[in-house]
């Protein structure tokens, strides 16, 4: 497994990162654990977590199962969507990212945060009190590096334009949607990072599960699977045009003796801007097959015309 760095920083993560939302929501704390265990084995060493997913469980369960090995993880969690009712059980005020940091330190069994990431905008809060929030727990050894996610191209640029003004701590790295049927971070987000010096890391790398070949033309989505979860909006992505487009991209990397999954991967990390492909599994058995697809990088010319088939 090779390792990128995160944007223009010093930390260096692994070409797939294991993205740890299904912890506490779809497996236990020994499927938890065999989970990480596989991830390990196959050089993965980013672990993307956040304080919402599983109800704080998957907080709890990634810190128990990496006990032991907290030095060979890079840990990246998250902030800022809404842990319960009030004002301040959510957002980027400093009142509570201080306590919202606490309390992820606890459930993580750890004495720092690699990357903290915020899950989103806040448009109650100045981001110059955001950024001074978290420029302290760096400060403080609570925090190693900051990052955004769901934030859009000028959001980057401004929050840039705070930390470079201000002296502060400036986001290392942006998670977004990003996917080759989910492109819309190429209008703005992905020239931000390149601008900025940004470390892009896409999420739903699968179009949620889409492009693994599970879905058929003309069938409603399978009980159990993230599409079929997701109601009339998921039986909404199970259109024409996209079946045409996933036959294009099956062709086009069956040529190679390649699978649509090697190609999502593939296509996601010839990006210049990509320092990692964060992609959920359940089991040991997709953490390596995913791990696998990082064996393969589009060069730019292959990115281009895969775009094409896309578009």
Not at 165 to 185: C, D, K, Y
Not at 239 to 256: I, K, S, V
Request: glycine share 10%; net charge neutral; charged share 25%.
């Amino acid at each position: 497994m090779q390792l990128r760095r995160l944007g223009n920083s010093g930390l260096k993560v692994s070409l797939i990162g294991l993205g740890c939302n299904n912890f506490g929501m779809r497996i236990d704390q020994a499927q938890t654990r065999m989970v990480v265990d596989a991830a390990l084995d196959a050089g993965i060493n980013f672990f993307d977590t956040a304080d919402i997913y599983g109800g704080s469980k998957s907080e709890v369960f990634l810190g128990e199962a990496l006990k032991g090995r907290r030095e060979r993880a890079v840990l990246a969690t998250k902030f800022a969507n809404p842990m319960g009712d009030g004002a301040y059980l959510r957002g980027g005020a400093r009142r509570y990212i201080v306590k919202a940091v606490e309390d992820s330190l606890k459930r993580l069994h750890t004495d720092h945060i690699d990357l903290y990431q915020m899950h989103v905008p806040d448009p109650d809060t100045p981001i110059e009190e955001t950024l001074r929030a978290l420029d302290d727990l760096v400060r403080a050894g609570k925090v190693l590096y900051i990052g955004n996610s769901n934030f859009t191209g000028w959001q980057i640029a401004d929050a840039d334009w705070t930390s470079r003004t201000g002296g502060l701590e400036r986001f290392v790295s942006a998670q977004n949607n990003f996917s080759l049927l989910e492109r819309g971070v190429e209008r703005e987000v992905l020239p931000a990072c390149e601008g900025f010096g940004l470390g892009l890391l896409p999420y739903f790398p699968l179009a949620s599960g889409f492009l693994t070949g599970k879905y058929h033309r003309g069938e409603p989505p399978r009980q159990g699977t993230r599409l079929a979860a997701w109601g009339k909006r998921g039986e909404a992505a199970l259109n024409d045009r996209n079946f045409d487009r996933l036959e294009a991209l099956e062709h086009w990397a069956e040529q190679r003796g390649r699978r649509i999954l090697d190609l999502a991967f593939a296509w996601l990390l010839g990006h210049g801007a990509v320092s990692s492909v964060i992609a959920g599994a359940t089991s040991p058995e997709q953490v390596q097959a995913n791990a696998r697809c990082a064996e393969w990088i589009l060069t730019p010319e292959e990115v281009e015309e895969v775009r094409a088939l896309v578009a």
